[in-house]
T-cell receptor, first 113, second 111 residues
Framework: QKEVEQNSGPLSVPEGAIASLNCTYS??????FFWYRQYSGKSPELIMS????GDKEDGRFTAQLNKASQYVSLLIRDSQPSDSATYLC?????????????FGKGTSLLVTP | EAGVAQSPRYKIIEKRQSVAFWCNPI?????LYWYQQILGQGPKLLIQ????????DSQLPKDRFSAERLKGVDSTLKIQPAKLEDSAVYLC?????????FGPGTRLTVT
């Protein structure tokens, strides 16, 4: 069973701080890793993708991947109340010839003013 | 560029009734996915299409769920008969490579 694990939270950080979200996965053959943001009552929105070890930065977001440790993280700098949402970690699993995603249960982030 | 379209947005039915959901992917996206998201959980793949062929339907409850993608564009997901545990949000996503983009979803309530 290919699993993706996240702390459910809630993770509470003050406005302006760095929020750190973590995710581990069980399938060593995974090649693609994604972070989705999901506001309450809305659908998941892709915010970051990462495919190789190391860091990838996009604005206030940094994704970090360590395939040896089977670990992927998302850092949100200068957190804003509008960042309050559930963050879903997703990992691809090669299913036949497709690239279906296995999702974690998500981490709830609350940014307090 | 228009995103993934889904309808209806909300549906309430009684158990043992049938229901159908429709999805129109982003133009040019060959791969289409249907996911089920139960409250408090991450999305779970039900079925994946590449053009109009099924790539993966291993987690689709085939005794009650069916899906088709005619002409490799629009797709329909059907549940017949519905059970209480089918209450969830049904998400359609499409992709041209590895990155998947989701539609707004259909919230199904089975009473």
């Amino acid at each position: 069973q290919k699993e993706v694990e996240q702390n459910s939270g809630p993770l509470s950080v003050p406005e302006g701080a760095i929020a750190s979200l973590n995710c581990t996965y069980s399938d060593r053959g995974s090649q693609s890793f994604f972070w989705y943001r999901q506001y309450s009552g809305k659908s998941p929105e892709l915010i970051m993708s990462i495919y190789s070890n190391g860091d990838k930065e996009d604005g206030r977001f940094t994704a970090q991947l360590n395939k040896a440790s089977q670990y992927v993280s998302l850092l949100i700098r200068d957190s804003q109340p509008s960042d309050s949402a559930t963050y879903l970690c997703a990992v691809n699993s090669n299913s036949n010839s497709g690239y279906a995603l296995n999702f974690g249960k998500g981490t709830s982030l609350l940014v307090t003013p | 560029e228009a995103g993934v379209a889904q309808s209806p947005r909300y549906k309430i039915i009684e158990k043992r009734q049938s229901v159908a959901f429709w999805c129109n992917p982003i133009s040019g996206h060959a791969t289409l996915y249907w996911y089920q998201q139960i409250l408090g959980q991450g999305p779970k793949l039900l079925i994946q299409f590449q053009n109009n062929g099924v790539v993966d339907d291993s987690q689709l409850p085939k005794d009650r769920f069916s899906a088709e993608r005619l002409k490799g564009v629009d797709s329909t997901l059907k549940i017949q008969p519905a059970k209480l545990e089918d209450s969830a949000v049904y998400l359609c996503a499409s992709s041209i490579s590895y990155e998947q983009y989701f539609g707004p979803g259909t919230r199904l309530t089975v009473t």
